[in-house]
């Protein structure tokens, strides 16, 4: 297939923002693609090469890339940075300098997708010595048959910067019209994707075997599966409403949720993000063949860090000593850990997640062999409010966040937030201020004992409707000079010169970020705000809402994916009940 014809559709998608536009872009591109290249399509539309539990990564540097365009083009690499810094898009610099390109190429061949595809993959498995010389070359072997246009995307998609507002929904709808001629059929395309987390299988199934292919579509092991997520409530009460009178209640441990799949020899562990961790935990790897009972399994537990002499539970923050590539096994050492177990999404060759919450706790009770390194998450039945109360005691004192409730008669609803799963956490009881997950979006350089780090952020939530971050606050308490450190380590690689288009603020940053981390907030109040974006129009026109005192309350939440983080129903459904609240309280008075 011809890359000129998905060069020029990222060209027209750009050019737009509105959903029903960028749907059709795609449903005319997919009509194009042979059935062979529909899912490097799928891939490269999202600016990637495979799945992101494979981590594949480009990992071009922009130097790299001018070095590549110089290269190919002939032009000194200085005329090349200011050709960048006055566009602030390098794929678009680009452009413009490969139009005036002083070297002619007599043999110009025609460049495929499959070819790009396979450079790019080439490009992105080469490491060690000589690498970067071999990086240039082949980029600068696909400018040497590019256009200045098919040049621009091709960089664009090396550098990470292609930015083609659509989220996974849209390429879903546009898969949905294309193949079956039927949008509604969204849904079933949705559930392949939640037991997949790959959108190119799912694409390639249906254009191969049509709907009729998804419908039969099975979870994988070694593919993850995105995680069933819980509402919060805040009170035990609400718990009775919503559940009824008999349900599962587990002490909600604070650690990182990990799914482990298992077969014979091989294991991998991914996180909730889905992001492969099995080289952080190689107690694990090693451990969990002895203690899992089956030829194979999908399970899913929570990774505790624990005191070693007394044996309580850590708090989360202690397993961020995990996340090194180096010294490992000291590391091993110094921060034990449990893995405490709460569900089995499969078991010897056969789906579990049509089982229900009953069915399935026998399952993992039947096929883990506890000892003191694996456990299984406390549970009770409980039918009434003191129940719940005693549970949420010990549950505390035993160094857990809360509770999760769980209804009995209902599956595994993979990749969905519901209320078959619910959350009781200690900070969520009578409180206004409750803590929220935000994406870090801009910075403002700091000041005094702050200078050289960013002394206050900009944070957004996440918009699911619109797939963007509208801002929510400002937030400069809080920190401790280790943590300022640390987020200067972590954001100073994601600084971008222009703000990416899926940012929603009217404030201007000092730095614009690209929006990937999630850090953790508590505040005093919701308040409607004339600056912030957050549900914009939904309470009152022209304004939005926003945090009132933010703080930081030290936790980042490397686990979490700016799409995980706290949406604008939440803001709006705690600003409600804030307000009621507050109501309630003034009539007892
Ligand atoms: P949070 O910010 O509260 O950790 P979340 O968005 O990561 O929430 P939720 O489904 O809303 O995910 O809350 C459940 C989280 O709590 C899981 O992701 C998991 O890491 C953790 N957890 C601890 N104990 C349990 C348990 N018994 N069952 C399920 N999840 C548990």
Request: net charge negative.
């Amino acid at each position: 297939m011809e890359y000129s014809i998905l060069a020029e559709v990222f060209q027209k998608m750009e050019s737009t923002t509105k959903r029903l536009e960028l749907t059709q872009f795609l449903v005319e591109l997919f009509e194009k693609t042979p059935h062979e290249v529909v899912s490097k399509i799928v891939y490269l539309i999202q600016g990637k090469l495979r799945p992101d539990f494979e981590g594949i990564e480009l990992g071009v540097a922009e130097k790299l890339a001018m070095k590549a365009i110089s290269k190919s083009s002939g032009i000194a690499i200085k005329k090349i940075q200011e050709a960048y810094t006055k566009d602030g898009d390098m794929g678009h610099a680009a452009a413009v300098i490969l139009e005036q390109k002083t070297q002619t190429t007599f043999l110009m061949e025609s460049i495929t997708v499959e070819r790009v595809y396979e450079t790019l993959f080439k490009i992105a498995k080469l490491e060690g010595s000589g690498s970067q010389d071999m990086k240039i070359k082949y980029i600068s072997s696909l400018l040497n048959d590019a256009s200045p246009l098919e040049a621009s995307f091709i960089l664009k998609i090396l550098l990470g910067t292609l930015r083609l507002g659509i989220a996974e929904n849209t390429v879903m709808d546009a898969l949905a019209i294309t193949y079956s001629g039927d949008k509604q059929n969204r849904k079933l395309l949705q559930n392949a994707y939640n037991v997949s987390s790959d959108l190119g299988k799912v694409a390639e199934t249906i254009a191969v075997e049509g709907i009729e292919g998804i419908k039969k579509f099975k979870i994988s092991l070694f593919n993850p599966i995105r995680p069933m997520l819980a509402d919060r409530v805040k009170s035990e009460k609400e718990v009775i409403e919503k559940m009824g009178n008999e349900f599962a209640i587990e002490y909600k441990l604070d650690g990182e949720r990990v799914q482990i799949h298992i077969a014979g020899e091989r294991i991998e562990l991914f996180s909730r993000s889905l992001e492969k961790i099995s080289d952080y935990y190689p107690d694990i790897t090693e451990k969990m063949p002895k203690i899992i009972q089956a030829d194979d399994a999908i399970l899913e537990a929570e990774i505790v860090a624990i005191n070693e002499n007394t044996g309580d539970f850590l708090p989360f923050q202690e397993l961020m000593h995990r996340r090194r590539k180096y010294k490992i096994e000291k590391a091993v050492t110094e921060y034990p850990i449990t893995v405490n177990f709460f569900d089995v999404l499969y078991c010897n060759g056969k789906d579990c997640t049509e089982l229900n919450y009953n069915e399935r706790r026998r399952k993992l009770e039947s096929i883990v062999k506890q000892n003191e390194f694996a456990k299984f998450i406390p549970m009770t039945i409980a039918k009434n409010e003191n129940d719940i109360e005693e549970f949420f005691e010990n549950s505390i004192n035993a160094g857990s966040e809360g509770l999760m409730l769980k209804m009995l008669d209902k599956p595994y609803q993979a990749g969905s937030r519901g209320s078959h799963w619910l959350k009781l956490k200690r900070e969520y009881r009578n409180e206004l201020g409750d803590s929220l997950d935000l994406v870090v979006v801009g910075g403002f350089f700091g000041k005094g004992r702050r200078t050289g780090s960013y002394g206050t952020l900009l944070l957004s939530t996440y918009d699911e409707n619109t797939d963007t971050f509208p801002s929510i606050c400002k937030v400069g308490t809080g920190f401790t000079d280790d943590s300022l450190d640390q987020l200067y380590q972590i954001l100073n690689p994601k600084t971008t010169i222009k703000k990416n288009p899926r940012i929603n603020s009217e404030m201007e940053a000092d730095v614009w970020f690209e929006p990937e981390l999630v850090i953790e907030v508590v505040a005093s109040e919701i308040t409607l705000s004339p600056i912030h974006k957050v549900a914009k129009d939904e309470i009152r026109k022209g304004t939005g809402l926003a945090l009132r005192f933010p703080k930081f309350t030290g936790k980042i939440r490397l686990e979490k994916t700016a799409e995980d983080a706290s949406t604008d129903e939440e803001v709006i459904s705690l600003y409600k009940g804030q307000n009621k609240a507050v109501r309630d309280k003034n009539l007892i008075q």
